[in-house]
């Protein structure tokens, strides 16, 4: 006697589910993409400001930067400028918040320094 095999599958509301679920986080990951890549451009910022003499010119050196890549969320106003020996170290921390929906957001901490 053989026994009847059960059918497998994803039913119309589990796909549902995962369409609503891959949507959401598509759409999230698009928000978080360009703050990495604003990151990334900052880290880059700071590592060319790096060279400077003087905190004015590490700054102004900075903001240069952040103009021409487009960075909007520090400035060179906000940056922490010491010295370690010979050399120049530029610090930066700032955080991004991502609207998700209601009273939900989700924040992005970035920090980092010239090397």
């Not at 679920?21 to 999230?28: D, E, K, R, S």
């Not at 880290?43 to 010119?57: E, F, M, N």
């Amino acid at each position: 006697m053989k026994l009847k095999q059960r059918q497998r599958g994803l039913t119309f509301f589990g796909l549902l589910f995962v369409g609503i679920f891959l949507a959401f986080a598509g759409v999230t990951l698009a928000q978080v993409v360009p703050t990495y890549i604003e990151y990334m451009a900052v880290q880059k910022a700071a590592q060319k400001a790096s060279g400077g003499s003087t905190v004015a010119d590490v700054r102004s050196t900075f903001d240069k930067a952040a103009q021409i890549d487009d960075i909007t969320s520090i400035t060179g106003k906000e940056l922490e400028v010491s010295k370690q020996g010979d050399k120049v170290i530029v610090s930066f921390a700032y955080s991004r918040e991502i609207h998700l929906m209601g009273p939900a957001y989700l924040v992005m901490k970035y920090e980092g320094a010239s090397r």
